[in-house]
């Protein structure tokens, strides 16, 4: 079977709105993982006539290795770490704490940017919808899912065009529910199954979710 490509992040947002619509959630909040989930949950969030919000996830990334993941930070200041790997490198808590606060300020400097001085939404009435253009270690994602729940929504689904089998079985298991359109056996990078897969600027994240804010506001 072949496996499904997307023209573009958009593209791929307006393939989950069906299955999002067969869940009838009553109070849906869009959460989109910045940059790249931002153009996938604007999709979403508009046709669902949600509101559209980010969540930031900052890796940790391993000492002289960065590409390596120890761990991640997420909004509402959740910080989950791979024990397994901190052990195998050796590294004590200061330099955790070292490379936490980097990630932290960087962090804290995405919120600045996509949310200005708007607050932080109460997540405790709401359905949250966690969405990215695709799951592949699914690291970010588990950590913001830890973080979502952390603030006690009312339920939170996990939506993703295309993934890792494994990474969608185990994030399955964390959230209420969870929808990836395509889990390919050949699965190695999310940008396979784009025909365009350009990097999303902070500009565009932050017209976007202007862009819904105004389409609420005109309701």
Same mark, same amino acid.
């Given at each position: 079977?072949? !496996?499904?490509?997307?023209?573009?992040? +958009? %593209?791929?947002?307006?393939?989950?709105?069906?299955?999002?619509?067969?869940?009838?959630?009553?109070?849906?909040?869009?959460?989109?993982?910045?940059?790249?989930?931002?153009?996938?949950?604007?999709?979403?969030?508009?046709?669902?006539?949600?509101?559209? %919000?980010?969540?930031?996830?900052?890796?940790?990334?391993?000492?002289?290795?960065?590409?390596? /993941?120890?761990?991640? #930070?997420?909004?509402?200041?959740?910080?989950?770490?791979? &024990? &397994?790997?901190?052990?195998?490198?050796?590294? $004590?808590?200061?330099?955790? @704490?070292?490379?936490? /606060?980097?990630?932290?300020?960087?962090?804290? +400097?995405?919120?600045?940017?996509?949310?200005? $001085?708007?607050?932080? *939404?109460?997540?405790?009435?709401? &359905?949250?919808?966690?969405? @990215? &253009?695709?799951?592949? =270690?699914?690291?970010? #994602?588990?950590?913001?899912?830890?973080? #979502?729940?952390?603030?006690?929504? !009312? !339920?939170?689904?996990?939506?993703?065009? =295309?993934?890792?089998?494994? !990474?969608?079985?185990?994030?399955?298991?964390?959230? $209420?529910?969870?929808?990836?359109? %395509? =889990? *390919?056996?050949?699965?190695?990078?999310?940008?396979?199954?784009?025909? @365009?897969?350009?990097? =999303?600027?902070? %500009?565009?994240?932050?017209?976007?979710?202007?862009?819904?804010?105004?389409?609420?506001?005109?309701?």
């Amino acid at each position: 079977m072949q !496996s499904r490509v997307f023209a573009d992040r +958009r %593209d791929a947002g307006r393939a989950l709105v069906p299955e999002l619509k067969r869940c009838k959630l009553d109070n849906p909040l869009i959460l989109g993982l910045p940059r790249g989930g931002v153009p996938v949950a604007f999709e979403v969030a508009m046709a669902l006539r949600a509101p559209l %919000d980010v969540f930031v996830v900052r890796k940790l990334g391993a000492p002289f290795q960065p590409e390596l /993941a120890i761990g991640a #930070i997420a909004s509402g200041g959740v910080r989950v770490l791979n &024990d &397994d790997v901190v052990a195998t490198l050796g590294i $004590d808590e200061a330099g955790i @704490d070292k490379i936490v /606060a980097r990630e932290a300020a960087e962090l804290q +400097r995405r919120e600045r940017l996509y949310r200005g $001085d708007r607050p932080y *939404p109460e997540l405790g009435a709401f &359905d949250v919808v966690l969405v @990215d &253009d695709g799951i592949a =270690t699914g690291a970010t #994602i588990r950590a913001a899912v830890e973080g #979502i729940r952390a603030m006690q929504p !009312s !339920s939170i689904t996990v939506a993703a065009p =295309t993934g890792s089998a494994l !990474s969608v079985e185990a994030i399955g298991k964390m959230a $209420d529910r969870i929808i990836c359109l %395509d =889990t *390919p056996p050949d699965f190695y990078a999310v940008g396979q199954f784009y025909i @365009d897969f350009a990097q =999303t600027s902070d %500009d565009e994240v932050r017209g976007l979710l202007d862009k819904v804010r105004e389409a609420r506001a005109e309701k």
